[in-house]
């Protein structure tokens, strides 16, 4: 029962590198999201999906791109790498539906990234 | 813009005791409030809701109280375990159908349980 799996767990990038971030999920979830949780702040919305080929802007978008092409995959991509960057990246999903809107998100355990 | 506020960075209390943890908010269109509890290096899990329309919602040792007019809401936890040691967070999200769950976060609040 994996739920929410994100890969690598920590990783360490130079200034103007590029990664992605993987995301995947197994629950057959139609809604997923990125967030960034810097040190002691709350998580913020960096885009969301509501389905395989959707994809919106959250509150903090910048520097980052994302696509999901199925339902199950959603890879958070950082084109040029800067020290503003580092941050703890979690992954979630939810499902919702018209009569079902309100659905906790699940989350995975993360994505630590130092941009040095 | 700090649209969810959890003032008390941390909160200590005695095994047994209740715990009383609290979290503001500042938008009126937030209508559902989750808990969120987070160990270290493991992601937030879920841990008790409330829909707007509810005062209360209670799940074995876990209540969660809101107060619309106050745009307040607090999670009560009795009696208090070791194992509930950890960071807490208060999330809302607003009108179920332009939302798309999108969360809104606090800062979190250190629980520690002694025993």
């Known amino acids: 029962n994996a739920g929410v799996t994100q890969t690598p767990k920590f990783r360490i990038l130079k200034i103007g590198q590029s990664m992605t971030l993987q995301c995947t999920q197994d629950?057959?979830?139609?809604?997923m999201y990125w967030y960034r949780q810097d040190p002691g702040m709350g998580l913020k919305l960096i885009y969301y999906s509501v389905g395989a080929g959707i994809t919106d802007k959250g509150e903090v978008p910048n520097g980052y791109n994302v696509s999901r092409s199925t339902t199950e995959d959603f890879p958070l991509r950082l084109e040029l790498a800067a020290p503003s960057q580092t941050s703890v990246y979690f992954c979630?999903?939810?499902?919702?539906?018209?009569?079902?809107?309100?659905?906790?998100?699940?989350f995975g355990d993360g994505t630590r990234l130092s941009i040095l | 813009d700090q649209q969810v506020k959890q003032n008390s960075p941390s909160l200590s209390v005695q095994e047994g005791r209740i715990s009383i943890l609290n979290c503001d908010y500042t938008?009126?269109?937030?209508?559902?409030f989750l808990w969120y509890k987070k160990y270290p290096a493991e992601g937030p899990t879920f841990l008790i809701s409330i829909s707007s329309i509810k005062d209360k919602n209670e799940d074995g040792r876990f209540t969660v109280f809101l107060n619309k007019s106050a745009k307040h809401l607090s999670l009560h936890i009795v009696p208090s375990q070791p194992g509930d040691s950890a960071v807490y967070f208060c999330?809302?999200?607003?009108?179920?159908?332009?939302?798309?769950?999108?969360?809104?976060f606090g800062q979190g609040t250190i629980l520690t349980v002694h025993p």
């Open positions: 938008n009126s269109m937030f209508d559902y």
């Open positions: 999330a809302a999200s607003g009108a179920g159908g332009t939302s798309y769950g999108k969360l809104t």
């Open positions: 979630a999903s939810s499902y919702s539906t018209r009569g079902l809107a309100n659905q906790p998100q699940h």
């Open positions: 629950m057959n979830h139609n809604y």
